[in-house]
């Protein structure tokens, strides 16, 4: 089993819809959630962390944290074409001390 | 407040070489972590550093090695360079102990020929 896994994708929605993008960890130790977004040739940026249990909401992103059934998600609500990318849930804390764990990424389209 | 910056952004390097690659990190930030991101195994973990000692280190051969000075800025080295080792390389800082968010740089862009 993998430690971070993520929803297989890509994910393909329209302009104007809600994503979600859903992820599960195997460490129930872990103790922080983030997710980055990556576009094609450049670097995760972070978009999202939560530390506790229920929902964290900024702008038009809200992640949900459910450490009892070791679950995060990330919902984007009214999706653009510039939410295309990649998204990476990264996971810490437990044994890995200073060390983001990821999953495989899902990639996400929104087309017009 | 500048990002965290990385150099040099693409290298070439010839089987059996070394390299070198450098990451400054976000004024302020004293834990450093390195990744190496590929296609095949996505974003893996080599090590981190805080306050100049390395606190975790991930499954990577002792050709990969790291060390942060006393600025925080930290240098990786990679030696006897194989085909594998072409890959992205992420730097990352965070501002805390422990369990923060990381804040990545460009990446440096290795290519073994």
């Known amino acids: 089993q993998k430690e971070v896994e993520q929803n297989s994708g890509p994910l393909s929605v329209p302009e104007g819809a809600i994503a979600s993008l859903n992820c599960t960890y195997s460490d129930r130790g872990s103790q922080s959630f983030f997710w980055y977004r990556q576009y094609s040739g450049k670097s995760p940026e972070l978009i999202m962390f939560?530390?506790?249990?229920g929902d964290k909401e900024d702008g038009r992103f809200t992640a949900q944290l459910n450490k009892a059934s070791q679950y995060v998600s990330l919902l984007i609500r009214d999706s653009q074409p510039s939410d295309s990318a990649t998204y990476l849930c990264?996971?810490?804390?437990?044994?890995?001390?200073?060390?983001?764990?990821f999953g495989q990424g899902t990639i996400l389209t929104v087309h017009p | 407040k500048a990002g965290v910056t990385q150099t040099p952004r693409y290298l070439i390097k010839t089987r059996g070489q070394q390299v070198t690659l450098s990451c400054s990190p976000i004024?302020?930030?004293?834990?450093v972590s390195w990744y190496q991101q590929t296609p095949g195994q996505g974003l893996q973990f080599l090590f981190e550093y805080f306050s100049e000692t390395q606190r975790n280190k991930g499954n990577f051969p002792g050709r990969f090695s790291g060390r942060q000075f006393s600025n925080s800025r930290s240098e990786m080295n990679v030696s006897t360079l194989e085909l594998g080792d072409s890959a992205l390389y992420l730097c990352?800082?965070?501002?805390?102990?422990?369990?923060?968010?990381?804040?990545f740089g460009q990446g440096t862009r290795l290519t073994v020929v």
């Open positions: 990264a996971v810490t804390g437990g044994t890995s001390y200073g060390k983001l764990t």
């Open positions: 939560i530390y506790s249990n």
């Open positions: 004024s302020g930030h004293r834990s």
């Open positions: 990352a800082s965070s501002p805390r102990v422990q369990d923060t968010e990381a804040f």
